[in-house]
């Protein structure tokens, strides 16, 4: 037994050994995986990336974020905004058709149902970052760059409130918490579309007064600048100016745009319409997003190609769209047009066409598109014909032929979204000085009259259009200057809103949505037949705004007042 | 105090003895039992002080002809009582020849018997799945069935490796009350069921805590165990399971293995041989069919095309009748893909003996499991030991060594089977798999789901090693009697590996003008091969140490402990990724790609420590009046310092009417009624950890920049960092409040019953604000993808609130007769929950709440039809963009417009509010079988296919669809999408809910028992031979898939179906 006594000992204490831990922060664990806010709030190598991390919005939806997550407005996805306008149609449907047939309604949103929750929660760690970055010891100069990146971001978010929603929530330097009276009525406090602009408006020039007119090695490209700031500004203002939102004038639109002119950095990029979009640095993108292997985007080749190349058709351009462009006298493609054939109707063309639209015959990759029947490869006789356009086109522009169409994952996606241009620019200039001066007119403080600052974006190398001639009337010069932003711009985000802010949306949203069967005749030539090629559009009035998502008006017990109409 | 002054103490005291000693169907794990009983060892030799004239000899057999050892043996109304030997015999004094010996033996019946003139009495003892001497392993502990006062069902593992299911999880269906078992997929290795007990009761996770020979939560869980190591699977329903306090609301699983019996060494091998096949497929649309389909979904979008849009008349002949295999195939994709039948086996070894003092048992395990593929790639492996060993290192020490490993070799084609079945029910009959030369089509997009389950475009080798040891020791402390100490401490690892080779191969496109076919690379990355190869080390490091008080003072029972538990998790995981081999060859780390980019790699780990204080105090009175106290308190690095520890008590308390002597009287025809009830507070902290402050986390692929004053540089992913989640510095337990009162009754011998009474409040519940959070707050969850990795940025609040309540009951019959025996038991469960508390919008109109419905329901519009004619679309308010042939929505609020204001919430979710079991065996001479059926009720699945352009249909869609030449079609139009369609994702309605109730053979074994002399000459102690099977039949309304999957796209690998042969050889 003695023995035995001993053995028991030593037994309790090997459990009292195995109990060792047995002290008092035995429950304290670290995670080792994760920054407290202490160290974002001290460390400016940990804050500084939390701010560029705000160039990154969060993700809300299926069917976005394929590689990353989405920056401003929606950018490159499966479904484009483009094919929620007239530009073209999501041939796989993913909720954009609800949109092109009026079928939009606070529950029913489908790819616009994400613009109202990403942006305030991008405006909220804004409005953080800006408490935090009060305390935080950095250089002065530093400071003040960082607050500028912060505030263009925040207006930046504004701005993409105000063009889908128009009254907005204004939400100041506020940062709301968990603790907070969530149903305090100031978070459903809708503004008017002139205060709201002038906000962000507002911020865009603090913001355009902090950052540096140049990237460089300390602020690399793909941060905003100086340039950045004035030039959403001037989008900005130009909306403000134009009918649907009637809050603000031309003139500050023609100052706007001239402030962007002035800074004497940006131009017309010369190395081509269609490289402009996949090359990373040009003289005339001014605020980008950039892409990497492993940071990319929607593999585009595969997701908008014709069937025939092992393509989606995701994203196909609308008949409406090709008949926009120009001869290449300067004149409409139409029978009256000396250049044009109705047999041989791609041909001639604005240059910026076939840098925009893959069309019948057109060469791309190793062979020609056959959009024709019967037999033409990219047609529904082609192979994985459920993949085949409904318009008989597909989408060019931002296609880089140097990336895998087939097997591509991770391997493409890799073009530069460019959230805003210098052409953008001389079409806000020539858009606002033409409705505040005419055509002709040079404003004060400017360089060019309206008809020049187009006929630059005409003249571009490669594009080489006629230039608008003198002696336009301001109303024809109008109608020029739309049909420039229409082509100039296409795929680029803005057909939607322009269509709205001028106010024509209830005629050209009400257009059927036409595209072309291409019957190839047995001596080769071709025939072509206009089709519908998606039934039942349909625009009313209360679709110049967005519904406000159903979710948001019950979260704020009905304080939230909906757009009109819905 | 004496012992002779006490006989029924010494009486109580043998009863124990001879289940520690000598039972076979139960594990005594309970420490402070044991002390107790070797504590009277010393002295009970005295109560046999007396002796009378008559010596009694016999032999004791089972229902094999095997002796059986430690089988009571007691002269009735006295204390004189011995035990039979290894041989089964035994030798007792009776006083005169009217005495009469009891024969009692635990998990057999017990017999009487007349000593009369006889001096050799042998017998053959029957075993008794009703006995109320059955011991019930409880939480830290054991207990006689009739006094356990909480609700506890128990399985033994004999009945469990009656099923030929390797997967332990969904061997449990329809054995017990209480406890909602669904099997949501049957790939090999990921075939588990969800377990819930009592159905859905809180808005947060509902897993239920398993405990594996007393370890909390033990790393490898319990579905991987091998049936035939498993002594018994108690669940503890009730309060009961507030031991287990802080992980123990959700109910608690018991797993207790076999351990060693005293006597010659027993060799138990089985072999079974299975065949499996899926319980349910859908059937998909011909070729013919669905290019008629696609000429309607063009007619969709452009009325004007007409209705040959995609395909001419002539073409769909061409697909039907088959005359143009190689332009114009008919693929029937599920018969090309998958096997009607596929194997799998085990081997089972175990050998178990020992002496008194020391005791073992130890067992080998083989499984092996194929997919259902042709010429797939996915097999299941899985090998496993266990050994318990039991050694008494002096007559006050004992200590059990437990050590059991695992390794389990997973194996799959790269593409995942969620992939696969998405691929297979999507891939459109108009393709084929192969061309008539055999070379492998592109399939739908570059899926092929024919080539995707080979080997071709790489394995994904995925084994997982899991070993856990336990030591356990328990001292009898001398000086106080009854006192004990005991403890355990355990080690758990596991390892979990995987190495993905990710290889390109060729697909064909034929292109009819050239006549060739145009080969392009599909899989791997950049058209090379990748490798991915992963590592996850878990570990879990218990220790416990306990102080037991177990003693008896006259009719006073009183049963002890208290003791400290610690346990720390640790994970660790990292994984590298390598691309552009050279070779497919070359399947190694090292032959990469040499680029910067051709590496990639990630890790992460994580810790978490529970502590707890554990109490329980049980008192009896003469087993009559039965009163349990629970008290835990309980510490855990999930919540903040400050809100670290919750305290969780219980009570319960039974009284067995049966033995008051009144009742007797009263009621004979009672064996046994017990009434009982508990009361206890239980804890969850089931969420993520760290969320008590901000958490901010760097972002792989965010913001990426370029240099612009350096040439030549490229882009360039820049540190970026991310709140990722809010701080709730508050946060701290869950608390379930659980009642239950229950009956337990054996009448007419050989009828038991037991009914039970449950309500849970569940409060502070673990959940996330979601609808409730405007967003111009800023306070917006990213998309749940709806994985494990989803982190919403809103942190757990112990916001919820829910109760549930119900009653479970099970009603049981057995017949013994000479050799025909048979027994019949039901049970029945009903489970309903009641949201008191969620977070919903403010503004949520009030049909549309969750609030004060069951949990888990669906929003859904009511679809009332279709609309057959345009008069009749133009009649009743509709959804913008309804067409003649779109469902009917019910204009719920009448205001004549149809919006989400219309959509209601539905009666039921898919965890069934109504499950229920039949179990019947019967044994006649030397056959016997056993039945298990087990249903649910009150259940309902949303099931929208992937159909359209996007994928085919399923034949009850296509063949019943509204089209204008089918205007009394059933089915809705077909449009492009049916996750956008009108009729059916844009409004997700009812048309697409289904009545999941279903009633299903689950289990069935008949076997044979071989006999007779023979088998000693060839030195064997017993052949069993048996076919069994499992998910035999299912009667249910559910057509296109098996009603208990939850996949809302139907998309899944199927539930199997086995169909079994066994042999079992003992000796």
Not at chain 1, 49 to 65: C, P
Not at chain 2, 265 to 293: C, E, H, W
């Amino acid at each position: 037994m003695k023995y035995n006594h001993k053995l028991s000992v030593l037994i309790l204490f090997a459990g009292a050994l195995a109990l060792g831990s047995c002290k008092k922060d035995f429950l304290d664990t670290k995670a080792t995986d994760r920054i407290p806010a202490s160290t974002l709030q001290t460390d400016t190598a940990v804050f500084e990336a939390f701010v560029v991390n705000e160039y990154i919005g969060a993700r809300l939806q299926n069917k976005e974020a394929d590689g990353s997550n989405p920056g401003f407005g929606r950018g490159f996805e499966y479904s484009m905004w483009c094919s929620v306008s007239d530009e073209s149609i999501y041939n796989n449907d993913d909720d954009t058709w609800l949109v092109q047939r009026g079928q939009l309604a606070p529950e029913n949103l489908g790819a616009l149902g994400v613009i109202w929750g990403r942006s305030y929660r991008s405006i909220r760690e804004c409005n953080y970052a800006l408490s935090v970055l009060a305390n935080i010891s950095m250089s002065a100069a530093h400071k003040s760059l960082l607050e500028g990146e912060i505030k263009f971001i925040r207006a930046f978010r504004y701005l993409d409130l105000i063009r889908n929603y128009g009254r907005v929530v204004l939400m100041g330097d506020k940062v709301y918490n968990l603790t907070d009276n969530l149903q305090d009525p100031f978070l459903f406090k809708r503004v008017s579309i002139k205060e709201g602009i002038d906000y962000a408006v507002a911020q865009f020039d603090q913001a355009a007064a902090k950052l540096p007119l140049d990237n460089s090695s300390n602020w690399e490209l793909g941060r905003a600048t100086k340039g950045a700031a004035l030039a959403l500004k001037s989008r900005l203002v130009l909306y403000a100016a134009s009918p649907l939102y009637n809050s603000g004038t031309w003139q500050a639109a023609v100052d706007a745009a001239q402030q962007v002119i002035a800074l004497n950095k940006y131009g017309i990029f010369q190395g081509g319409y269609g490289n402009l979009f996949l090359t990373n640095q040009t003289n005339e993108a001014i605020f980008e997003r950039l892409y990497t292997k492993n940071a990319n985007h929607v593999h585009l080749e595969i997701a908008n190609g014709p069937n025939g190349y092992g393509g989606w058709a995701g994203n196909t351009p609308s008949q409406n769209l090709v008949d926009v462009y120009q001869m290449t006298n300067g004149l409409p493609a139409n029978s009256s047009n000396p250049l044009y054939n109705p047999a041989t109707p791609y041909a001639n063309r604005d240059p910026r066409f076939a840098a925009t639209v893959l069309y019948n015959g057109a060469s791309y990759r190793e062979r020609n598109v056959e959009t024709f029947i019967p037999g033409g490869k990219d047609s529904k006789d082609g192979s994985d014909n459920w993949n085949t356009t409904k318009t008989g086109y597909y989408l060019k522009k931002f296609m880089n032929d140097a990336y895998p169409l087939q097997n591509p994952w991770g391997n493409a996606g890799f073009q530069p979204w460019i959230y805003i241009r210098y052409a953008e620019i001389l079409l806000n200039f020539a858009e606002a000085a033409n409705e505040a001066y005419g055509p002709d007119a040079v404003p004060s403080g400017a360089s060019y009259t309206a008809r020049q600052a187009v006929n630059m974006i005409r003249a571009r190398q490669g594009v080489n259009m006629p230039a608008i001639a003198s002696g336009i009337s301001q109303a024809d010069m109008r109608t020029a200057i739309r049909l420039e932003r229409q082509v100039e711009l296409a795929f680029e985000e803005h057909r939607f809103y322009d269509v709205r802010r001028w106010k024509i949306a209830d005629v050209t949203e009400n257009l059927p949505m036409r595209g072309m069967i291409i019957t190839k005749n047995t001596d080769g030539t071709f025939t072509y037949t206009p089709k519908i090629a998606l039934d039942g559009r349909k625009f009313e009035t209360k679709h110049y705004w967005l519904p406000i998502p159903r979710a948001e008006i019950l979260a704020s017990n009905n304080q939230l007042e909906q757009n009109p109409g819905y | 105090m004496t012992c002779a002054e006490h006989p029924a103490s010494i009486q109580h005291v043998f009863t124990q003895i001879k289940f520690i000693m000598y039972h076979r169907y139960s594990i005594i794990r309970s420490i402070p039992l044991i002390v107790g009983i070797f504590m009277f060892l010393f002295i009970a030799p005295s109560a046999f002080s007396q002796t009378e004239s008559v010596t009694i000899q016999g032999k004791v057999v089972d229902g094999t002809a095997l002796p059986m050892a430690g089988v009571s043996v007691k002269v009735k109304n006295t204390t004189l009582t011995t035990t039979t030997d290894a041989q089964g015999h035994f030798q007792l004094r009776v006083p005169n020849k009217g005495a009469v010996l009891q024969f009692s033996y635990i998990g057999f019946a017990s017999q009487e018997v007349v000593v009369g003139d006889k001096t050799v009495i042998s017998l053959v003892l029957h075993s008794d799945d009703r006995s109320l001497n059955e011991i019930m392993v409880v939480g830290y502990g054991s207990q006689k069935k009739e006094t356990v006062t909480g609700s506890i069902s128990q399985i033994k593992g004999a009945d469990l490796v009656k099923s030929p299911q390797p997967n332990l999880s969904n061997s449990l269906a329809g054995r017990f009350s209480g406890v909602v078992i669904n099997n949501r997929g049957g790939e090999p290795g990921y075939d588990k069921s969800d377990i819930t007990v009592r159905g859905l009761a809180t808005t947060g996770s509902n897993s239920v805590l398993v405990v594996v020979d007393g370890i909390p939560g033990q790393v490898g869980g319990l579905e991987r165990l091998d049936p035939n190591d498993i002594e018994s699977v108690s669940v503890l329903k009730d309060a009961s399971a507030a031991i287990y306090g802080n992980r123990a609301a959700n109910g608690v699983i018991l797993v207790t293995t076999k351990r060693g019996k005293t006597g010659k060494p027993t060799v138990n091998y089985s072999f079974n041989q299975g065949y499996t096949s899926p319980t349910r497929l859908p059937k998909m649309a011909d070729a013919a069919t669905y290019a008629q389909i696609m000429n309607e979904i063009n007619y969709d979008a452009n009325a004007a095309g007409g209705l040959n849009q995609a395909y001419t008349a002539d073409q769909i002949q061409k697909f039907a009748n088959g005359s143009d295999p190689l332009l114009y195939p008919n693929t029937d994709w599920i018969a090309t893909v998958l096997k009607k039948v596929t194997t799998q086996s085990q081997h089972s070894l175990s050998v178990t003996g020992g002496n008194e003092d020391v005791k073992y048992f130890v067992s080998l395990g083989a499984l092996n499991q194929n997919g259902l593929y042709k010429n797939g790639a996915t097999t299941y492996k899985q090998y496993n030991f266990r050994s318990n060993i039991d050694a008494n290192i002096s007559k006050r020490l004992k200590i059990g060594l437990s050590l059991s490993g695992r390794e389990e070799d997973r194996k799959y084609p790269i593409t995942s089977a969620d992939d696969i079945f998405r691929s297979l029910y999507r891939a459109k009959p108009i393709i084929a798999a192969y061309y008539p030369n055999g070379l492998p089509t592109r399939g739908l997009e570059n899926n092929n789901p024919a080539v995707q389950v080979t080997d071709l475009g790489g394995i994904n080798n995925n084994p997982t090693q899991v070993v856990n040891a336990i030591l356990k020791g328990s001292y009898q402390i001398p000086g106080i009697e009854g006192l004990s100490a005991d403890g355990f401490f355990s080690v758990d690892k596991s390892n979990t590996f995987s190495k993905a080779f990710n290889k390109p191969y060729l697909l064909y496109a034929y292109d009819p003008n050239t006549g060739l076919y145009n080969s392009n690379i599909v899989g791997g990355n950049n058209n090379k091969a990748t490798l991915t190869e992963s590592q996850k080390r878990e570990s879990l490091i218990t220790s416990n140490v306990k102080l037991n008080f177990v003693r008896r003072f006259g009719l006073h029972d009183i049963n002890a402990f208290v003791g400290y538990e610690q346990s720390k998790n640790n994970l660790e995981y990292f994984d590298a990724q390598r691309f552009n081999y050279l070779s497919t060859q070359l399947p190694e780390l090292s032959q990469g790609g040499m680029s910067a980019t051709d590496y990639l790699n990630s890790g992460y780990s994580s810790n978490y420590t529970r502590r707890s204080i554990i109490s329980r105090l049980a008192y009896t009175y003469n087993e009559k009046y039965l009163f349990e106290g629970q008290l835990r308190r309980d510490g855990s690095s999930i919540f903040a310092p400050g809100h670290q520890y919750g305290t969780f008590p219980s009570v319960s308390a039974g009284w067995r009417i049966s033995k008051e002597n009144w009742f007797k009287d009263a009621a004979g025809f009672f064996d046994d009624l017990k009434l009982r009830a508990s009361y206890g507070s239980l804890g969850n902290d089931n969420v993520k950890g760290f969320q008590f402050y901000d958490n901010y986390t760097l972002v792989g692929n965010g913001f990426v920049a370029l240099n612009p004053q350096v040439s030549g540089a490229t882009n360039t992913i820049q540190p970026g960092v991310g709140l990722t989640k809010l701080a709730n510095p508050n946060i701290t337990w869950e608390v379930a409040k659980k009642l239950d009162i229950g009956i337990n009754a054996v009448f007419l011998k050989d009828f038991s019953l037991e009914a039970i009474y449950f309500q849970q409040k569940r409060s502070s519940i673990l959940t996330q604000r979601n609808a409730s959070l405007p967003g111009s707050s800023g306070i917006v969850n990213p998309y749940d993808d709806g994985t494990e990795k989803y982190n919403p940025l809103v942190p757990s609040e112990n916001i919820g609130k829910v109760n549930s309540a119900g009653f479970e009951g099970t009603l049981s019959y057995n017949h013994r007769g000479a050799e025909f025996n048979w027994g019949v038991s039901g049970n029945f469960t009903y489970a309903k929950s009641k949201v008191v508390f969620i977070d919903e919008a403010a503004g949520t109109l009030s049909y549309q709440r969750k609030t004060g419905r069951a949990l888990n329901t669906y929003l859904l519009y009511n679809a009332i039809g279709l609309f057959r004619t345009q008069a009749e679309l133009d009649a009743y308010p509709h959804v913008p963009g309804a067409k003649v042939g779109d469902l009917k929505y019910e204009d719920y609020n009448g205001d004549g417009v149809l919006n989400a204001d219309d959509m209601t919430r539905t009666k039921y979710g898919n965890t069934p509010q109504i499950t229920y079991g039949f179990n019947f065996n019967a044994s006649y001479k030397n056959f016997d079988i056993s039945l298990l059926f087990s249903g649910q009720a009150q259940v309902s699945q949303y099931v929208l296919p992937e159909a359209g352009s996007v994928g085919n249909f399923y034949s009850s869609w296509a063949d019943n669809r509204f089209s204008q030449s089918n205007p009394n079609g059933t089915y809705p139009r077909v449009t492009e999408r049916a996750s956008n369609a009108i009729s059916g994702g844009a409004y997700k309605n009812t048309f697409w809910l289904n009545n999941a109730a279903f009633l299903r053979l689950k289990n069935v074994e008949l076997g044979y028992n071989l006999k007779g002399d023979f088998l000693s000459k060839i030195k064997l102690s017993g052949i069993r031979l048996y076919a069994s099977a499992f998910n035999l039949f299912t009667i249910t309304k559910v057509k296109d898939y098996d009603p208990e999957g939850s996949s809302e796209s139907g998309q899944f690998y199927p539930q199997q179906r086995i169909i079994n042969i066994g042999a079992n050889v003992k000796f």
